[in-house]
């Protein structure tokens, strides 16, 4: 197989995305770091959009967290990040549609909502986002520890990397997981003790400082 290349940057949580299915199906690859504030002309000849992840392998040029990490995983056969039945893959897909339509967008409109106001509707909405995920949990913790039974999949990938960031959000926000959502924090706790997570984990002070722009001179 080719070399795989992934176009990166620690900061950004959708190529945490990627690199975190390369790693989960144990493939070799080379991780080039993006200066997004100051994007090499290279770059994006390579990629007009100028976003990471872009994942390069030969001629071919893939955008696009999620599209990226489909493809990974049909890169090789083990171990496999979808579930086997063709329902229980549509309902991962259902579950990452869900995480890209309704969390990650409250995630975002709460760092940079500015008046206290704003930021409590936003708190509020975000928190009962944070309770569906929990029951969902809930719901399958007989089945294992993640979405999909005892092995990691395509599902905690998508999600997980804005819980790494999280820490940031509550300094900036003060919004605390509630300690209520067992099913949620008990995941959590399980995917940071995974090889994946904890070799590329950044300190959330490098996540303070990255994401002030965000949370303080919010445009
Ligand atoms: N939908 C894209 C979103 C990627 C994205 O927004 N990446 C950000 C960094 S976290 C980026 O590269 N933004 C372009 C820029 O900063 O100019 C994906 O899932 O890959």
Redesign the pocket.
Known sequence: MENIELFS?R?????H??RLALMEKNLPFTLIE?D??N?PDWYLQLNP??????LRQGNFIL??????NEYINECCAEPALLPATAQQRADARLWIDYV?SKFIPLFYRLLKAQKKEDQDVVAANLCRVLAVLDDELNRRKREGPYWFGWQVGLTDIALYPWFERWAMLEHYRGLVIPDNLTSLLGWIETMQGRDAIRLGSEPVDYYIGEYADYAVRAK
């Open positions: 940057a900061v950004c949580p959708f190529a995305r990627s993006i997004l504030r994007k959009a100028g976003a990471v992840p872009a955008c696009e967290s999620l599209i990226i890209g």
